[in-house]
């Protein structure tokens, strides 16, 4: 069964500022996938970024990064000059060996300008 | 760009009531899913199916049913809603993009049960 942990419930940023969300995981499939999610207030749920188990290289979407141990089962995301509109609950979540999706808990962001 | 439509955003239903959550996707994925949003607790998954008429239970299936008649529809069904299912239900379909599978969510809908 695969798991996913989220340890900060809640986290805060000042605009401009750099943060970074933790996220562990753990899975017996040897081919899988992580992502991380973002859900604003009142809005959809989206993608942010995913990293392919077997790429070795951190996975960067503009100013979204991640750093992914795979031998610690880590996989946090970096937020780079965090803006207002990063505001919102952000999710991990692991997907392998099927089409479904094990999500953390959540982490609340707020920034504040 | 991918469309995922749930029927309402808020519903208030009676204790007792049968309810119907339905979902719709205009872009012809094979996998649907339904998960339940509570806070402190993430996304649960209820149930997903993978084709017409094919479904899966998730981790919480207790007191729902599920029904895919046609590919782009996927309705999730309280046969008598109590107040522990109020909560936010999301729906999801999934299709792989270069390699790797992603996952398109609906705006949710709230379910109050009273």
């Known amino acids: 069964a695969q798991t996913v942990t989220q340890s900060q419930p809640e986290m805060s940023v000042q605009e401009a500022e750099t943060v970074t969300l933790s996220c562990t995981y753990d899975t017996s499939e040897s081919d899988y996938y992580l992502f991380w999610y973002k859900q604003p207030p009142s809005r959809q749920m989206i993608l942010v970024i995913r990293?392919?188990?077997?790429?070795?290289q951190n996975a960067t979407e503009n100013r979204f990064s991640v750093n992914f141990q795979k031998a610690a089962k880590s996989f946090s995301l970096k937020i780079s000059d965090s803006q207002l509109g990063d505001a919102a609950m952000y999710f991990c979540?692991?997907?392998?060996?099927?089409?479904?999706?094990?999500f953390g808990k959540g982490t609340k962001l707020t920034v504040n300008p | 760009d991918v469309k995922v439509t749930q029927s309402s955003r808020y519903l208030v239903k009676r204790t007792g009531e049968k309810v119907f959550l339905e979902c719709v996707q205009d872009?012809?994925?094979?996998?649907m899913f339904w998960y339940r949003q509570d806070p402190g607790l993430g996304l649960r998954l209820i149930y997903f199916?993978?084709?017409?008429?094919?479904?899966e239970k998730g981790d919480i299936p207790e007191g729902y049913s599920v029904s895919r008649e046609k590919k782009e529809r996927f309705s999730l069904i309280l046969e008598s809603a109590s107040t522990n299912q109020t909560s936010m239900y999301l729906c999801a379909s999934s299709l792989v993009v270069a390699g790797a599978p992603r996952q398109y969510f609906g705006p949710g809908t709230r379910l109050t049960v009273t």
């Open positions: 199916s993978y084709d017409v008429k094919m479904k």
């Open positions: 872009m012809d994925h094979e996998n």
């Open positions: 990293q392919e188990a077997y790429k070795q």
């Open positions: 979540a692991s997907q392998g060996g099927s089409e479904k999706l094990v």
